[in-house]
């Protein structure tokens, strides 16, 4: 029922930008907070970046000052603007949001896209 798909991932080279966006469905649903992870090869998965309904962000501290998450004009979107991008940022990123079904009032957690790719060549 509640699906998130990533788009804009790829290959780039050490000091360029990616832009990665997020589509969260349904959009009836309040979504409360959105926001990207990120696995990289061999470890465990991390924040990166999340805002909140309110506008309210945090980051992790490695990509400070160089990566800018937004939710988009639709509230049920969120994107990731990646620039000086280092060979440490490679990585599987993905989308990660909690929401509410007005409807019922179902609260989902921790819903998760299927992933997209980020490689930064040196």
């Known amino acids: 029922q509640v699906q998130l798909v990533e788009s804009g991932g790829g290959l780039v080279q050490a000091g360029g930008s990616l832009r990665l966006s997020c589509a969260a469905s349904?959009?009836?649903?309040?979504?409360?907070?959105m926001g990207w992870y990120r696995q990289p090869p061999g470890k465990q998965r991390e924040l990166v970046a999340v805002v909140t309904s309110g506008g309210s962000t945090d980051y992790l501290d490695s990509v400070k000052g160089r990566f800018t998450i937004s939710r988009g004009n639709a509230k049920n979107t969120v994107h990731l603007q990646m620039n000086s991008l280092k060979p440490e940022d490679t990585a599987v990123y993905y989308c990660n949001a909690a929401a509410t079904d007005p409807q019922s009032g179902s609260y989902y957690y921790n819903a998760w896209g299927q992933g997209t790719q980020v490689t930064v060549s040196s």
């Open positions: 349904p959009n009836t649903f309040i979504w409360n907070r």
